[in-house]
């Protein structure tokens, strides 16, 4: 739903039982609903509003996710072990842009804290306003596993839905497996861009490309 704010958010928190089957159109709540009988810990998918991502709460919230993800080996962009002071600088360009208004955020919370983020970034070209580029998809290594990911995933969905887009594209690291989380929500790996990620000297990874038609 689009709350008094203009903010999107799902109304379904995961691991919410007595609403199954009631809720399937609100994105991020069906699959959630799926996995409700595994969720431990309640979570809630909130489209934060640009101006929204200046809080410096939310940042450092974003901040230790990250640093823990990377930390538990998750392929975001870092290897382990993580330096928050390298993350810092790449999640502030991240939220910066969606200060501005040109990405948007997605983020999990649980119990108000942010537990999982991802961006869905604009392209600069007229040409490709109908498709946008998933990034930064990560959710609290205690939460992975729980559904969690798939919530976050669907919300995604639903703010590019809202955006009216055509399509979703986004990489990942080859090697991780990764991607078959990707294809149960309707992803296709359409390349691989060989040795794309060095994470050490003579440790080249391929780089997976995938497509999902929204
Ligand atoms: C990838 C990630 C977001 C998935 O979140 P999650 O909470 O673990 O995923 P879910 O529990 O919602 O799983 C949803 C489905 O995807 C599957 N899945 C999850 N991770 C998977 C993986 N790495 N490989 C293959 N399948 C996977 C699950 O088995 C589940 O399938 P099912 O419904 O048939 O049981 C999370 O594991 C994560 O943050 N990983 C570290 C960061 C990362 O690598 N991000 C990707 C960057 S491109």
């Known amino acids: 739903m689009v709350d008094s704010t203009g903010a999107w958010r799902s109304v379904v928190p995961s691991g919410f039982v007595p609403l199954l089957g009631v809720v399937e159109t609100v994105a991020g709540g069906s699959y959630a609903l799926r996995r409700a009988e595994n969720m431990q810990q309640m979570t809630v998918f ?34 382990p072990p993580a330096d928050p002071a390298e993350i810092a600088p790449a999640l502030d360009a991240a939220l910066a842009r969606v200060i501005d208004g040109r990405d948007e955020l997605g983020v999990l919370r649980r119990d108000g804290a942010a537990v999982g983020m991802g961006f869905v970034a604009a392209h600069t070209s007229a040409l490709r306003r109908h ?40 990489t990942v690291r ?32 391929d780089e997976l490309i995938l497509v999902k038609r929204l």
Do not use: K, N
């Open 46 to 79: 909130e489209h934060v509003r640009h101006a929204d991502a200046a809080c410096t709460e939310l940042r450092q919230q974003l901040l230790d996710t990250w640093v823990a993800v990377t930390d538990a080996g998750g392929a975001v962009g870092f290897v």
């Open 174 to 205: 080859g090697g991780t497996g990764v991607e078959g989380f990707y294809e149960r929500f309707g992803y296709t790996v359409i390349g691989r861009h060989p040795g794309a990620v060095r994470v050490a000297p003579g440790d080249d990874r």
């Open 131 to 170: 498709w946008r580029t998933v990034l930064r998809v990560m959710v609290d290594p205690e939460l992975q596993g729980s559904g969690a990911g798939g919530q976050l995933l669907e919300g995604l969905h639903g703010i590019a839905r809202s955006l009216g887009l055509e399509q979703l594209h986004l």
